[in-house]
């Protein structure tokens, strides 16, 4: 009897459970409701480009398409694939996404390295003078005389090197290499007789993988969605990125008050009707490419933003 006697208030003390208090419990009640909102702020709009992408015109503009597709139907698309320049500048935009990317996260690297050392002379200096370019900026017509005087005119380089570099990526890129490549690690180096050029091929490096990461896709991404500079300083349609065909498909589709006369009224009922359509089939076509490709590097761009901008 002794035994089940001392057995019984151990069985009750490790059965009970420790209660959550209330105002933890409110604050994760207010914390879901809070993300739950916001998921919904950025998935409705995708939700409702893509369905009116395959309605009808005439849902679309009475309203009717609130969540999913009324009047199921992919004229808009097949406009656009219809376009003979749709596949050159589906190239070009992944080949200025790609020579971007690279180019862009080398030069930030490489700008980013030296200022996180604190034994660079004329460090300070250096730092103000990349972050003069986000305080100041020249115009449109001072950096058209630029890329026509260096001759990159109406050349693909005209598209990738004036904006290789974003001095924010540079900034959270030196505080990332603050954070994670510590003085130890480099005074253990030059103990074992490495150069600063040896140390940083083999040992900062492949620690960068996060931040190559991110910058990849941030550089990736802006030369994609890139299109007002491709507008400025070319002329062949060869060289046009995808999204330029696309304001150029939709420009096209767009009805003319000025050729309204002798023009048949059931054909510009469709022009019209392909126009209310196609501003969404475009916007599905141009982010389709980077929500393909974003969930291959999520964890690294994860890691990697906040890592870099913790200081």
Not at 141 to 155: K, S
Not at 159 to 185: C, D, H, S, W
Request: glycine share 4%; hydrophobic share 50%; aromatic share 12%.
């Amino acid at each position: 009897m002794s035994v089940l006697a001392t057995r019984r208030p151990r069985e009750r003390i490790q059965s009970r459970r420790i209660k959550e208090p209330k105002s933890d419990h409110a604050f994760l009640i207010i914390n879901y409701g809070v993300l739950a909102l916001f998921c919904l702020t950025v998935l409705y709009p995708l939700i409702f480009v893509l369905s009116a992408s395959v309605s009808s015109a005439t849902a679309i503009n009475s309203g009717q398409v609130v969540l999913w597709p009324v009047g199921f139907n992919v004229d808009a698309y097949v406009d656009i694939f219809r376009s003979p320049e749709l596949f050159g500048g589906l190239l070009n935009s992944l080949f200025y996404a790609v020579a971007g990317a690279l180019i862009g996260t080398a030069i930030t690297i490489l700008a980013a390295y030296p200022l996180s050392r604190e034994d660079l002379p004329f460090r300070r200096p250096l730092t103000f003078f990349f972050l003069i370019p986000t305080m100041f900026s020249a115009g449109i017509i001072p950096n058209y005389i630029v890329v026509r005087q260096l001759g990159l005119l109406d050349t693909r380089w005209a598209i990738i090197l004036p904006g290789a570099m974003a001095i924010f990526n540079m900034i959270v890129t030196r505080t990332f290499y603050q954070i994670n490549i510590p003085k130890e690690l480099l005074e253990a180096s030059r103990v074992d007789g490495a150069s600063d050029f040896r140390f940083f091929f083999r040992v900062a490096l492949p620690l960068s993988k996060p931040i190559i990461a991110v910058n990849l896709l941030f550089y990736g991404v802006t030369q994609w969605n890139s299109w007002f500079s491709a507008f400025l300083y070319l002329t062949n349609s060869d060289l046009y990125p995808l999204q330029l065909v696309l304001r150029n498909i939709l420009a096209k589709s767009a009805p003319d008050p000025a050729q309204l006369s002798g023009v048949d009224v059931q054909e510009l009922i469709r022009n019209r009707e392909l126009f209310d359509k196609l501003k969404y089939a475009v916007i599905v076509v141009a982010m389709l490419p980077p929500l393909i490709i974003y969930p291959f590097v999520q964890k690294h761009f994860v890691k990697g933003a906040l890592i870099g901008s913790l200081k």
